[in-house]
């Protein structure tokens, strides 16, 4: 079996080169997002041994032509990774994607209601949604202060700390907490 054979389409119709080079060319920028993250991210992000080690490899490298090469390496590593989980863990990372902002609001509208006036019943529904959750007590304690602070009108302190708890256990969830 050739490299090429992987890549037609499921009608035996063969797919042109052109179609194969862009492929190709797109599993190479995916490697250059790899490349972008951090250590802690590059662990969070679903992929083999093999092309663990060729991400660790490319860090030695630092001639322009010996970087091209070694991306063109990568992207023929990712042919056997399921490159569309990794490609959904990247836009989890990356702040301009709609994934991204996704999560965000939706972690703001959880905040909202969290505080709102059905907040226990909300409380409820958000513990049966997320089971994992063990630090029951310091959500409530939260909820609590960031029900003042918006009666209050005062600061965010609070409403900020809830965030970042309900983003926290959401990355968790995610596999993509430390």
Same mark, same amino acid.
């Given at each position: %079996?050739?490299?090429?054979?992987?890549?037609?389409?499921?009608?035996?119709? +063969?797919?042109?080169?052109?179609?194969?080079?862009?492929?190709?060319?797109?599993? $190479?920028?995916?490697?250059?997002?790899?490349?972008?993250?951090?250590k802690s991210q590059?662990?969070?992000? +679903? %992929?083999?041994?093999? *092309?663990?080690?060729?991400?660790?490899?490319?860090?030695?490298?630092? $001639?322009?032509?010996? @970087?091209?090469?070694?991306? $063109?390496?990568i992207g023929k590593? %990712?042919?056997?990774?399921?490159?569309?989980?990794?490609?959904?863990?990247? =836009? *989890?990372?990356?702040?301009?994607? =709609? =994934?991204?902002?996704?999560?965000?609001?939706?972690?703001?509208?959880?905040?909202?209601?969290?505080?709102?006036?059905?907040?226990?019943?909300?409380?409820?529904?958000?513990?049966?949604?997320? +089971?994992?959750?063990?630090?029951?007590?310091?959500?409530?304690?939260?909820?609590?202060?960031?029900?003042?602070?918006?009666?209050?009108?005062?600061? @965010? @302190?609070?409403?900020?700390?809830?965030?970042?708890?309900?983003?926290?256990?959401?990355?968790?969830?995610?596999? *993509?907490?430390e």
């Open positions: %079996m050739t490299d090429f054979d992987q890549f037609e389409d499921e009608d035996d119709t +063969p797919k042109s080169k052109t179609q194969i080079k862009r492929e190709m060319e797109a599993l $190479q920028e995916i490697g250059k997002k790899l490349l972008q993250l951090s590059q662990k969070k992000v +679903p %992929m083999s041994d093999t *092309l663990r080690d060729a991400l660790n490899e490319a860090d030695r490298i630092k $001639q322009h032509e010996a @970087t091209r090469r070694h991306l $063109q390496y590593v %990712m042919r056997s990774e399921d490159h569309q989980a990794i490609e959904q863990r990247l =836009a *989890l990372f990356d702040t301009t994607s =709609a =994934a991204y902002n996704k999560l965000f609001h939706q972690l703001e509208l959880k905040r909202d209601a969290l505080i709102g006036e059905n907040s226990k019943e909300e409380l409820a529904n958000y513990l049966d949604e997320h +089971p994992e959750v063990e630090d029951i007590q310091t959500l409530r304690n939260l909820i609590r202060q960031s029900q003042k602070e918006v009666s209050q009108q005062g600061k @965010t @302190t609070n409403r900020k700390k809830l965030f970042r708890f309900l983003r926290e256990t959401e990355e968790k969830r995610l596999g *993509l907490a």
